[in-house]
DNA sequence: CTTATTGCAAACCATTTGCATCCGG
DNA sequence: CCGGATGCAAATGGTTTGCAATAAG
């Protein structure tokens, strides 16, 4: 599980800048970060790290399943590492708090495709959204965009 | 349900864009459908139509729920008519084709969070990935990316 | 008539690409 | 050394914005 032997078997390099970004999102289980959180987290143990780099990484964890693309509400990407525990998301509409979710019902759902349809399931991705106990307890709870 | 009504009782007016746009989407209920979709298939019964005018107007019938933005996989941005019915989508990752699953199990989820949390759930998002009949049998179940 | 709506062109901005330089192995 | 990796600058492409012309009510 060390991200040097990862990368040298697959014929990749080591390099700091890996090293860094594999830190960042070690340091952030649980958290989804977007590109910009990683190249500015990142740059604050390595100055200088280009947004380029930030990108072209991540690529190559995601093929490489070292870290998983995360879908949340709206438009840009996050990232989270892959620790091989998979869960969902449940995210506050009022503040973007992520929260995780470590149950999942795929299986249960696998058996009701199943029984409806020849698909075959390989994956899937769920999220959940809502508010927070912070926001609700500060009065966030609805009326909030 | 009739456009028209809900436009106007929104103060919105009733134009051909927004009529021929809402007309795309009720003829292709169930199939999640691009911007690019929408704007191709309504330049073809209203030539000239604005990819412009595409965006704005989904942006509106999101706000009036006429439409509902649907997550697959991949970057672009999916619309399908809302009439109501709500499920979720099985993607073909090998052909794309997408199929309903109208099964849900939302509240199921729900008494798992609200064992474990004091999150409240209002919404969620769902889709599930694998291969659909027609590519497993056409033996581009697996290795096809 | 009044003002929302449209369509075009320009602006924007996140992401990707080209390329010279750098450095891991 | 050699070829992969980096960082910059430029290119790209989807989405948004500004604005004059158009048309709904």
Chains 1, 2 share one sequence.
Do not use: W
């Amino acid at each position: 599980m060390d991200l040097g032997k990862r990368l040298r078997s697959r014929g990749y390099r080591v390099t700091p800048q890996r090293e860094v970004i594999y830190r960042v999102l070690q340091e952030n289980e649980g958290k989804p970060l977007s590109l910009d959180d990683i190249h500015s987290l990142a740059c604050e143990k390595r100055p200088g790290l280009g947004l380029t780099t930030v990108y072209r990484t991540l690529d190559l964890f995601r093929e490489l399943e070292v870290a998983l693309p995360v879908h949340l509400h709206g438009d840009s990407q996050y990232y989270e590492i892959n620790e091989g525990k998979h869960h969902h998301h449940m995210v506050c509409l009022s503040c973007g708090d992520v929260e995780l979710l470590e149950a999942c019902l795929i299986e249960e759902i696998e058996d009701i495709v199943r029984d409806g349809s020849d698909f075959m399931i390989t994956g899937h991705c769920m999220s959940l959204f809502g508010y927070c106990p912070d926001c609700l307890e500060r009065g966030r709870g609805k009326g909030s965009r």
